[in-house]
């Protein structure tokens, strides 16, 4: 019944801006940690940014550190990340995470080209 879903992503020119949702459903969505990671071709699935319940906390990998900022709304069931100063570096398939329930989304393309 858990049930996480990702959309926003799309293909934008470097320097451009895009913001990711994860709409979460079938668990207590207020109460848990979130986390955003991505996968690039051929690499591994590396962690871009966490945020705890409250958003009182969040962390970023250095890489992404300043561009990209980690959200939600508890209200809304919904995660999100917006990424700014988008760089070729930062294509990738996003996924959002709840950690504690093992659960992971299906992801979203970001694809950063001129």
């Known amino acids: 019944q858990v049930q996480l879903v990702e959309s926003g992503g799309g293909l934008v020119q470097p320097g451009g801006s895009l913001r990711l949702s994860c709409v979460g459903s079938?668990?207590?969505?207020?109460?848990?940690?979130m986390q955003w990671y991505r996968q690039a071709p051929g690499k591994e699935r590396e962690l871009v940014a966490e945020?705890?319940?409250?958003?009182?906390?969040?962390n970023y990998a250095d890489s992404v550190k300043d561009r990209f900022t980690i959200s939600r709304d508890n209200a809304k069931n919904t995660l999100y990340l917006r990424m700014n100063s988008l760089e070729p570096e930062d294509t990738a398939v996003y996924y959002c995470s709840v950690p504690i329930l093992r659960a992971w989304g299906r992801g979203t393309q970001v694809t950063v080209s001129s």
């Open positions: 079938g668990f207590i969505f207020s109460v848990v940690r």
């Open positions: 945020i705890n319940p409250t958003s009182s906390t969040t």
